[in-house]
């Protein structure tokens, strides 16, 4: 565990520096770096490809940038954060007065110690970011702006990897890699998916088939899905955005675009059974990450969306506050474990046949019993009686909903516990061979 | 707007004063004024025809009714109020005592001023009608009743008209003309029906058929409906029967049979998003009006009841206390303005298909969306800027939204707006390609 | 009323010392006795026949059963009461210390008056049941334990009967025998079968087909299902398990498998109808009686459960103070009566077709309406009127419902009131042929 949370902690520091963008080397170089963690293997789609109604840009490369004062002193150089350029600036080299210059500098007039974070992908512009505190004790005078930035006929990169299982039924564990440097809301999500990748490794069994894509938000993901959309829309049964997987608070589940999915009622009783501390969004097509895209009507995929902080919830959303000390990489392991929890009982639930349907089952026949009827009065501090009592009626409850109709979530809510507490009588039973499962559809008993 | 509602109180002056029953020339009289403001078809169905499980009844023709007492002196006059005489009463002309007279006599006890609306149509029978103090002060002694009416072989009557649209599919709009001298409760629906068509008329498109039947209560909608009662189940979306459509309250609607149709649905939308103030009863088929008949199970048509005054919720209920003064001319003209929205509502409802629907829309390509991602921290004060907002997220929503499967009142909902609201939206998206529709069934994106 | 009720109480007396079990002498008896009430046919498992997943166990006879203390007094003996002997006890006859003797006594040290009933059918052992007061004051010393009893190939035996109907579609009566000298938990079940039946077989009509089944608790209805369970699948629309049937309380219906068929919702509108005290519980698989077999998966029968004084709820649960006087005999009449009426609602219950479904009825040519339109405002003290216009308006909605897609049920509630209210309404419309019904399945109206 504590190894784990080095690991974890050595890989944010590597990929804190990086200057990322929707394109370009920085994309590259996390892909590399995260190669060390997952196997993804890394595609490109070329500049000036149609991606559904969008096109591959250019990529962007940017060597230095910097703002001086008319004294020759550094006011902001990317050097030091690589916030202080608009991402995906065109070049500049000129002098200019304060006030020709001051429509290219955007800062937060509500957090002024914080360098925002400013994008303009689609409309060459070139700007500077800063505190607004730094940007109003600017002088009147000149100053001599200079971005080295280029955009060439390049490439689109993402990773992904899939790793089989017992069938081709697909999970999904997507996050995007195209933020600069901030922590929550952006290195989280890809280290998250990456050491959920190793735990699910290490599995005994595995019922699905586990899809990893980490790509550039938005374009990324259209992209992919310009690519695997038609194979994930035949194979995928659930999937989950990671993003903003840090900080203190409980996890925020966003509903797919059903709404009644089984990945959205299984994070519903995930929530509800008390295993992990959560809540529940509906879906909507106006804010999030990429879910939208999955979630886009030709598509339509069960994807949905799992934060802990919420993105418009703290400061430090989109500018140099999204800190590791404001994530804290604790949560991160957290993160990893919870959704390991999730993972798990998706695996868990499905449709199961009870094999002996007519009539119960003798259960003293199959050791699952006591073989007489006298029950004396029980004192309900007597907690292992009362356990065997749960676990005798959780027994009664999966023999009689094993029909193919009803989910193992279905019963563990009729039994009020949580699904994973129903796991080791799944495993008896399916042992035993008195109940057959798990399927991801419904069937007849005899089917 | 001033003019219009000058032409409506001219309509209502004209219709008032007829006399006015199931059938004969009061029907028909009014049926030739209404066409003054609206071209219907004039059909009669001839007396003795079977019409499902009713037979049409005789045409009632009157010319004079009154009672005199003993001295000559007139106690009532059917000149003075045509509401004075038992509707489709019998002819006498008999001297009687007040006792053998009394059984014959309607009044209204609770209502001492009132004169009834009393009717037989189907049990032969005379009788006067008149308000309840007039009644306790008649005197012992012989009266002369006289009542010069007659039944003969005739037809009933009903008008009714086809204004075409884009397609087949038809809305209905109905109202009855059988009651005579009242306001609200008879001259309020075919008013608001003949204003209505008017305003249809002007529209620039029409996606519906509308179908305009003015018709007496009851037995004329069940002739009507044995006459075009298939072809109606073959077309009908939605129908309104239109009564008492004056007063000062706000809407209110009965469902139709479905509870759920189209017509019932929009009709919720439109009051729970607050464009109109308004309520919604349950259907049942034990009081109202003509819902009942294309509420029958025989064609559980869509047909809904809209009404602003309730029927039994006021005084002039089948009473001459029904005035044209309580009734209000600008209530009609309020229900001709709030119901055109209704029908501008339906219009725009239905299932839109997108036609990039793979991955999220490049908005800005298409000029719909502002092209950096720098959101400044906005002050609620700023409503411009929430209402672009608000137009962003609505574009969003409609463009996840037009996947066949929901109608737009289900995306306004989502967006928590009224329909009408987003009507320059869904016109910038058609003409822009960006979406297809309304089509009045679900159907796949590829259909 | 009264003759019967003696008549049930001579029943009861006759039933009441029999020594029962899930095989042997007692439960033929038992069978035979209630033979001269219901005319059930008795068959015979053999011993070691499988049925699903049980096999059928021996039968057991028991002649003797006491113990002496070292001085020869007699302790317990089993013809003072048949629960002093473990019901399916091996035979002993042994001398042994208290201490040797401790583990085979049972007791009930929360009610030290009471003689528990224990059973021990699937693990051969011996023992005596006995009040915890006398347990405690038995000296030290030495005691003489015997029990004459074997456990010999033999068969296992049930009572059923079929009283056919119109129709082949079945409602299930169904009881248990199995339990030696107890009254609510026992004896209340067949008798209010027996007594049921009596009833049914004197109505005027039958829709269904009634199956009474009259058995040894759970392997009983086992074996049961195994050589008629493929049968009642077919056949089979609604059931009862009736089990603790006395004591003061109301009724309590255990919904079937299925929670939503239509005995379930029939039993729902009983007691909310107010027709009938009573309240429902939800379908569980852990603890009942043998709608536990009915509602097994594969057989999924639509069976609920009726009691009325609840199992572990009251004292006497599954020991000597569950005795004729708690339960009351005329508790079972109130019962036989209130199953009758519940069964006269199912009977009722149904699809009807309304056979002039175009339009409204016109009720005055059936003889159905007052035939003129005036009702003065009626005071709600006047009864009468009220009940005309209720059942006015029920008439209404039964022409408008009877569609073939609406039980009479849906339709009594609409009403708001109980289905039997209606039965005289029903029994009018079908006589005037306005109506055809009730059938078991929707229809179309012109099927």
């Keep these: 565990m504590k190894q784990e949370q080095a690991q974890i902690e050595e890989l944010f520091d590597r990929l804190f520096p990086i200057c990322r963008s929707i394109s370009g080397p920085g994309v590259r170089e996390t892909l590399r770096i995260l190669q060390d963690y997952i196997p993804l293997t890394v595609e490109g789609v070329p500049t000036g490809e149609q991606v559904h109604d969008w096109v591959i840009p250019k990529e962007w490369r940017i060597r230095e940038a910097w703002i001086k004062d008319e004294f020759g002193n550094e006011i902001v150089n990317f050097r030091d954060s690589n916030l202080h350029v608009l991402n995906y600036s065109t070049a500049v080299d000129r002098k200019l007065t304060l006030e020709e210059m001051r429509p290219h500098l955007y800062s937060l007039p509500h957090l002024p110690g914080a360098i925002p974070y400013v994008t303009s992908y689609y409309t060459p512009r070139w700007g500077f970011c800063l505190p607004h505190s730094q940007l109003e004790k600017l002088n009147q005078g000149h100053y001599h702006v200079y971005i080295d930035s280029e955009h060439i006929e390049g490439e689109l990169n993402y990773g992904h990897l899939i790793l089989p299982g017992e069938n081709k039924t697909e999970i999904l564990i997507t996050s995007y890699i195209c933020h600069p440097s901030m922590a929550n809301n952006e290195l989280s999500g890809p280290i998250v998916a990456a050491f959920l990748y190793n735990r699910i490794k290490k599995w005994k069994s595995r019922r699905f088939t586990y899809r990893f894509v980490l790509a550039p938000e938005t374009i990324g993901s ?16 659930a999937g989950f955005v990671l ?13 797919s675009r059903h709404e009644i999915a089984d990945v959205d009622l299984l994070a519903q009783h995930m929530f509800k059974e008390g295993r992990i501390e959560g809540r529940i969004r509906h879906f909507n097509p106006i804010s999030g990450s990429d879910e939208r895209q999955y979630g886009s009507p030709g598509y339509s995929l069960p994807v949905g969306q799992m ?21 804290g990489i604790e949560s991160l392991l957290r993160s990893v474990d919870e959704m390991e929890d999730i993972l ?21 026949r199959h050791g699952l019993y006591p073989d007489m009827n006298h029950t004396p009065r029980i004192g309900h501090s007597d907690n292992t009686t009362i356990d065997q009592r749960t676990r005798l009626n ?12 009803h989910t193992m979530r279905n019963i563990a809510d009729r039994c009020r516990v949580n699904i994973l507490d129903l796991a080791p009588i799944i495993e008896l039973l399916l042992e035993k061979k008195l ?13």
Tied chains: 1, 2, 3.
């Design 307 to 327: 934060t802990r902080m919420l993105d418009p919830g703290y400061e430090g959303y989109h500018n140099s506050l999204d800190t590791k000390e404001k994530m």
């Design 394 to 405: 959780a027994i009664l409850m999966m023999l009689n909903y094993t029909d193919g109709q």
């Design 222 to 237: 259209i992209a992919y899905l310009s690519r695997y959309g038609a194979e994930m829309k035949k194979y995928l049964h």
């Design 435 to 447: 109940i057959a499962g798990p399927y991801t559809e419904k069937r007849g008993l005899f089917d």
């Design 243 to 255: 993003t903003c997987m840090g900080g203190q608070g409980s996890l925020s589940y966003k509903n």
């Design 344 to 364: 798990r009982a998706l695996e868990l639930d499905g449709f199961y046949i009870n094999n002996n349907p007519y009539g119960e089952v003798k259960l003293d």
